[in-house]
């Protein structure tokens, strides 16, 4: 019999009571199997993320695919009865989603639609309701990310490429070539920093274009090794979001010269005050304004004996540096940062009398001013910090 029973053994079953059913398995239709490689591309995601996927403008974009779909999941009940078995992670009894979205006639192009992806246009309409081999392996070399067991080793450089990206010395840029993708460069991809740890040799593909393996190390501590094609396809589906992050401007940031191409962006400038206070006059050699201005530095201190921020006294000109390709305000801020210790802690009274306490002024050497902007320059300020009993600077 159909069952594995002989026609006595099922006669026997029944004078025990035993109630016989012949289990039937049907062939699966084409929208259960896809129903089903889409939960399992899900669970993938969760064994190798430790998370269930979710939504967001600054997750991974296929992260944000899986979160909508298992949205769409748990709102059928065809599909949580087919996979309801195969849900060992219990995916489908976590919460519902809170979105008002008809989830349950969406297929993939309206997904990727409210993802707010033009399916057409994006490189990533290639995900269809029936994908090749060829296609999920693509989708799974940028999702499939693992753990990066020497992450320590790469820790320091995203740290130091964030401070070059706070001071200026670095700025990002929208991607447009996959010949910008070089061993040892930096880039956003997904909400997350990159970085090309490894390239593996340049091959033609069997379309005749170029290809890598390469090993890019994410800032959360994960890595791919996926191919040069895939993180391009990656960067160009983050649209303006996909970002590369430039190396550190080889033109001259302080100089009293531009060269072609340069641009303009101000002037750092450091003063001595002439104010009879009893601390700025015992320690006037030491006593300093470090300041940025877009103007020019003659004329921003005319009048300062009637302005609190130059201590209501006249000031002299100690140093300007011009800058060039970067910004200043950010640049301020790290040489505000860097002299933090020897903030100047002063009251001055502005002309009707008011207490005032001026900002930007410091209690450092010139010498200590100027290597800390030659630290800035030559990006090795990071591993510094300023210490104002020995007026040095020691590593951090």
Same mark, same amino acid.
């Given at each position: 019999?159909?069952?594995?029973? @002989?026609?006595?053994?099922?006669?026997?079953?029944?004078?025990?009571?035993?109630?016989?059913?012949?289990?039937?398995?049907?062939?699966?239709?084409?929208?259960?199997?896809?129903?089903?490689?889409?939960?399992?591309?899900?669970?993938?995601?969760?064994?190798? +993320? *430790?998370?269930?996927?979710?939504?967001?403008?600054?997750?991974?974009?296929?992260?944000?695919?899986?979160?909508?779909?298992?949205?769409?999941?748990?709102?059928?009940?065809? $599909?949580?009865?087919?996979?309801?078995?195969?849900?060992?992670? *219990?995916?489908?009894?976590?919460?519902?989603?809170?979105?008002?979205?008809?989830?349950?006639?969406?297929?993939?192009?309206?997904?990727?639609?409210?993802?707010?992806?033009?399916?057409?246009?994006?490189?990533?309409?290639?995900?269809?309701?029936?994908?090749?081999? $060829?296609?999920?392996?693509?989708?799974?070399?940028? =999702?499939?990310?693992?753990?990066?067991?020497?992450?320590?080793?790469?820790?320091?450089?995203?740290?130091?490429?964030?401070?070059?990206?706070?001071? *200026?010395?670095?700025?990002?840029?929208?991607?447009?070539?996959?010949?910008?993708?070089?061993?040892?460069?930096?880039?956003?991809?997904?909400?997350?920093?990159?970085?090309?740890?490894?390239?593996?040799?340049?091959?033609?593909?069997?379309?005749?274009?170029?290809?890598?393996?390469?090993?890019?190390?994410?800032?959360?501590?994960?890595?791919?090794?996926?191919?040069?094609?895939?993180?391009?396809?990656?960067?160009?589906?983050?649209?303006?979001?996909?970002?590369?992050?430039?190396?550190?401007?080889?033109?001259?940031?302080?100089?009293?010269?531009? @060269?072609?191409?340069?641009?303009?962006?101000?002037?750092?400038?450091?003063?001595?005050?002439?104010?009879?206070?009893?601390?700025?006059?015992?320690?006037? /050699?030491?006593?300093?304004?470090?300041?940025?201005?877009? +103007?020019?530095?003659?004329?921003?201190?005319?009048? =300062?004996?009637?302005?609190?921020?130059?201590?209501?006294?006249?000031?002299?000109?100690?140093?300007?540096?011009?800058?060039? +390709?970067?910004?200043?305000?950010?640049?301020? @801020?790290?040489?505000?940062?860097?002299?933090?210790?020897?903030?100047?802690?002063?009251?001055?009274?502005?002309?009707?009398?008011?207490?005032?306490?001026?900002?930007?002024?410091?209690?450092?050497?010139?010498?200590?001013? /100027?290597?800390?902007?030659?630290?800035?320059?030559?990006?090795?300020?990071?591993?510094?910090?300023?210490?104002?009993?020995?007026?040095?600077?020691?590593?951090?």
């Amino acid at each position: 019999m159909a069952n594995g029973f @002989t026609d006595e053994d099922d006669a026997l079953l029944v004078e025990l009571g035993v109630e016989i059913e012949t289990k039937k398995v049907a062939a699966r239709t084409p929208r259960e199997e896809r129903i089903i490689a889409g939960f399992e591309e899900i669970q993938r995601f969760v064994d190798q +993320n *430790g998370r269930v996927p979710s939504h967001g403008e600054d997750k991974d974009i296929f992260e944000r695919l899986y979160a909508t779909r298992l949205d769409r999941l748990r709102e059928l009940s065809e $599909s949580t009865d087919l996979i309801s078995d195969m849900d060992h992670q *219990g995916l489908l009894a976590a919460e519902k989603p809170v979105e008002d979205i008809d989830l349950e006639n969406l297929d993939d192009d309206a997904l990727l639609a409210e993802l707010g992806i033009d399916a057409e246009a994006s490189s990533i309409s290639e995900l269809k309701h029936v994908r090749s081999t $060829s296609e999920k392996k693509a989708a799974e070399e940028i =999702a499939g990310r693992e753990k990066c067991e020497d992450f320590e080793t790469f820790r320091p450089l995203f740290e130091q490429v964030q401070k070059e990206l706070d001071s *200026g010395l670095r700025e990002t840029r929208k991607f447009e070539l996959k010949a910008e993708i070089e061993q040892g460069r930096f880039f956003i991809v997904g909400g997350q920093k990159a970085y090309v740890a490894e390239m593996g040799d340049i091959k033609l593909t069997d379309q005749g274009r170029t290809d890598a393996r390469l090993r890019v190390i994410f800032d959360n501590g994960t890595q791919s090794k996926m191919l040069m094609r895939s993180l391009q396809r990656a960067l160009n589906a983050d649209g303006d979001a996909g970002r590369r992050i430039t190396e550190i401007n080889a033109g001259p940031l302080f100089s009293d010269e531009a @060269t072609d191409g340069d641009e303009a962006s101000g002037t750092i400038y450091v003063l001595r005050s002439r104010s009879d206070h009893p601390m700025v006059a015992a320690n006037r /050699e030491l006593v300093h304004k470090i300041g940025v201005t877009s +103007n020019d530095v003659e004329k921003r201190i005319v009048g =300062a004996q009637l302005q609190p921020t130059f201590l209501m006294a006249k000031v002299d000109i100690v140093a300007t540096y011009e800058l060039y +390709n970067i910004n200043r305000s950010k640049l301020e @801020t790290l040489l505000h940062r860097v002299f933090a210790t020897a903030k100047l802690d002063i009251e001055i009274p502005d002309r009707f009398g008011r207490p005032m306490k001026p900002k930007e002024w410091f209690l450092v050497p010139f010498f200590a001013i /100027e290597e800390a902007v030659q630290r800035i320059k030559d990006g090795t300020i990071s591993g510094f910090i300023y210490d104002p009993a020995s007026a040095t600077f020691v590593k951090a």
